[in-house]
């Protein structure tokens, strides 16, 4: 499958990614950058709610139902979605109706209704939708470590918003965010998939997409890392999430892209380790691995697993052993870095045979790094990785330790101390 994607502007400035596929079908994904990280202690949730809005009617297409309905009835299908640092409308469609969804889309952004029966009644399903995300234990879990390890940032802040932010939305207000909140300069257009004309395309997108105003929007990036060692008590839950976090040591920049790869490569082999130590020899826990945590300016690695209170001083003491052992004492092998490069075949493959994730990836990489995604470019970074190079790029990777982050029933381990005196 080639990957061959092309960028443009539209008068506007509208960044527009045209990602042409050899498939039946096309994905389209509008994104705004501004998100929940954006808004003000009044403002908490507004965007999520606006996102809902925009789905619940224009004059063409008066109601959920409908819009639902005229899309289904042409082959396709259509969301939206709002997160920390955006909004976004998204859809697929057989790609000769692309004009469809494309039409859809930018109806919905230009012409939804904000009615305010609408927004009287989509209150209650919010506030329904806020109640199932506190008992959501694996969203408790992030924002408690939002909340403590950046300091309650912009990025602590709750998509959702409270329950007070929530009931005060007016019609009025939403408008008013929706037009200082959303312009060219902030917005991208990805379409991943059979493009059957690119220059008609571009012709449509302009035709529709033109009226959206240019002006500059500042975005919320603050989100300094703070050391937390701490337990978010939940007496409902049988097992005790656990997270070891370090801060990333290197910038999020674009110069340090093959950087990243090494760490990243290191990661997954610390992982399959971890994985055999802790599950395979000692029976410990289901799974174990790394994830992170963080956002494009700050950003914290972590040990990541779940298991019963009783195990947990016996976990963090073998993490330390295998952490501090593939430093020094058991290097990591050539076999285990060709091993790496092998698993992630199959991962590139669904890569590239994803119109949606092309979409997502394009969307993402060019918001943060201002550049079109090159997956070529990339990839033969990563086949290039020596193990000379991964240790270059992680041997200050366990020295700057920012957290252990658990939520559960109650423990009286500290765990702290448990590392440090195991990471030898």
Same mark, same amino acid.
């Given at each position: 499958?080639?990957? $061959?994607?092309?960028?443009?502007?539209?008068?506007?400035?509208?960044?527009?990614?045209?990602?042409?596929?050899? +498939?039946?079908?096309?994905?389209?994904?509008?994104?705004?950058?501004?998100?929940?990280?954006?808004?003000?202690?009044?403002?908490?949730?507004?965007?999520?709610?606006?996102?809902?809005?925009?789905?619940?009617?224009?004059?063409?297409?008066?109601?959920?139902?409908?819009?639902?309905?005229?899309?289904?009835?042409?082959?396709?299908?259509?969301?939206?979605?709002?997160?920390?640092?955006?909004?976004?409308?998204?859809?697929?469609?057989?790609?000769?109706?692309?004009?469809?969804?494309?039409?859809?889309?930018?109806?919905?952004?230009?012409?939804?209704?904000?009615?305010?029966?609408?927004?009287?009644?989509?209150?209650?399903?919010?506030?329904?939708?806020?109640?199932?995300?506190?008992?959501?234990?694996?969203?408790?879990?992030?924002?408690?470590?939002?909340?403590?390890? !950046?300091?309650?940032?912009?990025?602590?802040?709750?998509?959702?918003?409270?329950?007070?932010?929530?009931?005060?939305?007016?019609?009025?207000?939403?408008?008013?965010?929706?037009?200082?909140?959303?312009?060219?300069?902030?917005?991208?257009?990805?379409?991943?998939?059979?493009?059957?004309?690119?220059?008609?395309?571009?012709?449509?997108?302009?035709?529709?997409?033109?009226?959206?105003?240019?002006?500059?929007?500042?975005?919320?990036?603050?989100?300094?890392?703070?050391?937390?060692?701490?337990?978010?008590?939940?007496?409902?839950?049988?097992?005790?999430?656990?997270?070891?976090?370090?801060?990333?040591?290197?910038?999020?920049?674009?110069?340090?892209?093959?950087?990243?790869?090494?760490?990243?490569?290191? $990661?997954?082999?610390?992982?399959?380790?971890?994985?055999?130590?802790?599950?395979?020899?000692?029976?410990?826990?289901?799974?174990?691995?790394?994830?992170?945590?963080?956002?494009?300016?700050?950003?914290?690695?972590?040990?990541?697993?779940?298991?019963?209170?009783?195990?947990?001083?016996?976990?963090?003491?073998?993490?330390?052993?295998?952490?501090?052992?593939?430093?020094?004492?058991?290097?990591?092998?050539?076999?285990?870095?060709?091993?790496?490069?092998?698993?992630?075949?199959?991962?590139?493959?669904?890569?590239?045979?994803?119109?949606?994730?092309?979409?997502?990836?394009?969307?993402?990489?060019?918001?943060?790094?201002?550049?079109?995604?090159?997956?070529?470019?990339?990839?033969?970074?990563?086949?290039?990785?020596?193990?000379?190079?991964?240790?270059?790029?992680?041997?200050?990777? !366990?020295?700057?330790?920012?957290?252990? +982050?658990?939520?559960?029933?109650?423990?009286?381990?500290?765990?702290?101390?448990?590392?440090?005196?195991?990471?030898?």
């Amino acid at each position: 499958m080639k990957f $061959e994607p092309k960028l443009h502007k539209l008068s506007n400035g509208l960044t527009i990614i045209l990602d042409p596929m050899d +498939i039946e079908t096309t994905s389209m994904k509008f994104s705004s950058q501004t998100g929940g990280r954006d808004e003000s202690d009044s403002e908490l949730g507004i965007t999520h709610f606006m996102e809902h809005i925009f789905m619940k009617g224009t004059a063409s297409h008066p109601s959920a139902r409908s819009i639902k309905d005229y899309v289904e009835n042409n082959a396709g299908t259509i969301n939206a979605s709002t997160g920390n640092s955006r909004i976004n409308i998204y859809g697929r469609i057989l790609s000769h109706n692309l004009p469809v969804l494309a039409e859809l889309i930018s109806d919905l952004l230009k012409n939804s209704l904000f009615d305010k029966k609408v927004i009287e009644n989509e209150k209650t399903v919010i506030l329904d939708e806020y109640r199932r995300s506190r008992d959501d234990m694996d969203a408790e879990y992030f924002y408690f470590q939002a909340e403590n390890l !950046f300091n309650s940032s912009g990025f602590a802040h709750r998509t959702l918003g409270t329950p007070e932010t929530i009931q005060s939305f007016t019609s009025e207000q939403l408008l008013k965010y929706k037009d200082s909140r959303m312009s060219a300069n902030n917005s991208i257009i990805c379409i991943s998939g059979k493009i059957e004309n690119i220059s008609a395309t571009l012709e449509k997108l302009e035709e529709l997409f033109a009226w959206l105003p240019s002006f500059d929007v500042s975005s919320n990036s603050d989100a300094d890392i703070t050391p937390a060692f701490v337990h978010n008590l939940k007496t409902g839950q049988k097992n005790i999430k656990l997270r070891i976090g370090f801060t990333d040591i290197l910038p999020q920049t674009f110069e340090n892209i093959f950087n990243g790869q090494c760490v990243s490569r290191f $990661e997954g082999i610390l992982s399959r380790r971890l994985h055999d130590k802790v599950r395979n020899e000692n029976g410990l826990v289901y799974g174990i691995g790394t994830t992170g945590i963080g956002n494009e300016i700050s950003h914290i690695n972590q040990i990541s697993t779940t298991s019963g209170p009783e195990n947990l001083e016996k976990i963090v003491a073998l993490c330390a052993n295998v952490s501090a052992e593939i430093l020094s004492k058991r290097p990591i092998t050539q076999e285990e870095l060709v091993t790496d490069r092998t698993r992630r075949l199959l991962g590139d493959a669904d890569f590239l045979e994803s119109s949606t994730r092309r979409c997502d990836q394009l969307i993402g990489f060019y918001k943060k790094y201002k550049r079109l995604y090159d997956y070529y470019e990339i990839t033969r970074m990563g086949k290039s990785i020596t193990l000379e190079d991964i240790y270059e790029n992680v041997k200050d990777f !366990f020295s700057n330790p920012v957290g252990i +982050i658990t939520q559960g029933p109650e423990f009286d381990i500290d765990l702290k101390p448990v590392w440090e005196n195991n990471f030898k």
